[in-house]
């Protein structure tokens, strides 16, 4: 979803094949994601979204000492600290294990979503659709 300081943001959910610039918003300090063709509103992630960046993902030195880069081109999306009201949660994870705070990309870069997490929803019309009738009644 969208960090807790993108809540005066426009916004809208991602959808497989969506082109993505990291962008930070209005006068707020937070970075995010958005459209390439609408920077003004902020497109949402689920955890477990995964996309695919047009060259290594760079961001700022937790300690403002200039910035770093993950030498990756694929990353999936978390939310950490989630018992931590008032921080920011959303993340980045790359395939080394590194996780990275989506406020801390550096703007401007590119990436597409690759592809969306299974929802809850689509998760239990799968199990209904599977198993039969009589199975669920002796469940329940």
Excluded: W
């Amino acid at each position: 979803m969208c960090d807790y300081s993108l809540e005066h943001v426009a916004s809208r959910e991602a959808e497989v094949g969506d082109r993505l610039i990291s962008t930070r918003f209005g006068d707020s300090i937070t970075r995010g994601f958005s459209a390439e063709t609408n920077t003004g509103v902020a497109v949402c992630l689920r955890p477990g979204t995964e996309l695919a960046f047009e060259r290594d993902v760079e961001f700022d030195h937790v300690l403002s000492r200039g910035r770093d880069f993950v030498p990756a081109r694929v990353a999936r999306f978390r939310q950490i600290d989630t018992e931590s009201p008032h921080v920011h949660h959303d993340a980045l994870e790359f395939p080394d294990g590194r996780v990275v705070l989506v406020t801390r990309l550096v703007e401007g870069q590119h990436a597409t979503v690759l592809q969306l997490p299974a929802t809850t929803i689509e998760t239990e019309k799968r199990v209904q659709v599977e198993t039969p009738a009589e199975e669920i009644e002796v469940a329940r």
